[in-house]
């Protein structure tokens, strides 16, 4: 369970979900930009951030369905070429976002679809991160989704301070507790 | 234990490590003569011209430095045994050769502090870069095998520092693929699903490298 004021997860329920309302709203024509009333019909499709969609899919006042990341299209891309699959355009949420629409909508495939993705682009990741330390590579980065990136900066930064290490430097370092001023007092 | 340079992560930086690998005993010939030191961690001397003693690293580094003794270098770092390793580490491409814990740290130490204690530095040097980066390729080979159905990893031999590289990463993976291999994410094909397996078997234990 993330955090309450965890930025990702906060972000990752703003992601735009298609949703087909079941019952007509009044007074919240705000939602549907193509709505010329105040009121949202029966019927209409609108597209929600996740955390509204959920609420009003539990209440059964509107029924969401799958966003386009997590389409046909997509799921064969990443069967062909997992790796070279821009998954950060199109969602850079990609994971989190899926194992949470996969409880709300029941929809038992994406589960395994993204532990497949996961496993095919963490190679992937694991290649470029370790060998790449020293080439100012960005361009892998493009393609990865936020957990993605926090991967590659783990092992990238890792291995980049112990080659610094390596290559010397000064043996001693002052702490950062010591080099701190002492605050006045007013 | 965690280290000190990053309070939120619990991850050693190398000069971290480099400190911990410090308190390993090495032989050092004095060239003065001392009275016994009696520190907390022990004892050491008395110091005689001309008769060993055993000394952790950073006492040798610190009476080195004052020129007041020489180091003996351990005795795998020698052309001989590193170059047996070497070998050793070329022909399993699936097991590590045991070499001292603190191998990377010690020899940077030597390098830097006494180059003229070790025969033939150049050499030495040069085979153990070599072996470091054979033993990180096994590394990063190995770790591509992990998939949804790992969730421990078994590297014997491994070396604290080349574990300390990859330790941010391996966590974060481990973490990723539990996550998403989790029984609610994966659903059991229905017609099984009356006998699933519980929670907690998730699948054979698969070692990174077998011994």
């Known amino acids: ?186 | 234990m965690a280290g000190q340079s990053d309070p939120k992560l619990s991850i050693f930086s190398a000069a971290e490590m480099e400190f911990l690998a410090e308190d390993e005993m090495v032989e050092i010939v004095p060239n003065m003569r001392m009275e016994p030191l009696n520190l907390i961690s022990g004892d050491y001397g008395p110091f005689r011209p001309q008769i060993p003693a055993s000394v952790p690293y950073w006492l040798a580094v610190a009476l080195k430095k004052r020129g007041k003794c020489t180091i003996r270098p351990p005795e795998w770092m020698s052309v001989e045994t590193l170059t047996r390793i070497l070998e050793a580490e070329r022909d399993s491409p699936r097991e590590f050769q045991p070499l001292p814990f603190h191998y990377v740290e010690i020899s940077k130490l030597l390098f830097d502090h006494a180059r003229d204690d070790i025969p033939d530095i150049y050499m030495v040097r040069s085979l153990i870069e070599d072996i470091r980066d054979v033993r990180f390729h096994k590394v990063e080979t190995g770790l591509e095998t992990i998939s949804a159905r790992t969730h421990a990893v078994k590297l014997k031999n491994l070396s604290a520092m080349e574990v300390n590289i990859v330790r941010p990463f391996v966590v974060r993976t481990l973490q990723a693929f539990y996550k998403h291999d989790s029984p609610e994410m994966i659903q059991q094909p229905s017609v099984t699903s009356n006998r699933r397996l519980p929670a907690t078997d998730r699948g054979p234990r698969r070692d990174l490298r077998q011994r």
């Open chain 1, 1 to 186: 369970m993330p955090h309450y004021y965890d930025i990702d997860d906060i972000l990752t329920e703003e992601e735009l979900m298609p949703v087909v309302f079941q019952k007509a709203a009044t007074g919240v024509g705000l939602l549907d930009p193509s709505s010329e009333t105040n009121n949202i019909e029966q019927g209409a499709k609108v597209e929600l951030p996740f955390w509204l969609a959920a609420e009003l899919q539990r209440r059964q006042a509107a029924m969401m369905s799958i966003p386009p990341c997590f389409n046909q299209t997509t799921r064969k891309e990443i069967q062909a070429d997992a790796g070279s699959v821009d998954l950060r355009s199109r969602c850079p949420y990609f994971y989190e976002l899926g194992s949470k629409i996969a409880l709300v909508v029941g929809d038992q495939t994406i589960g395994s679809f993204l532990l497949y993705a996961f496993m095919n682009r963490y190679k992937e990741v694991l290649s470029k991160s370790h060998t790449a330390a020293f080439a100012a590579t960005t361009k892998p980065l493009i393609l990865l989704t936020k957990e993605e990136t926090h991967l590659y900066e783990a092992a990238h930064s890792s291995i980049s301070a112990f080659k610094k290490w390596r290559m010397g430097g000064s043996r001693y370092e002052t702490s950062s507790f010591i080099g701190r001023k002492r605050k006045p007092v007013e």
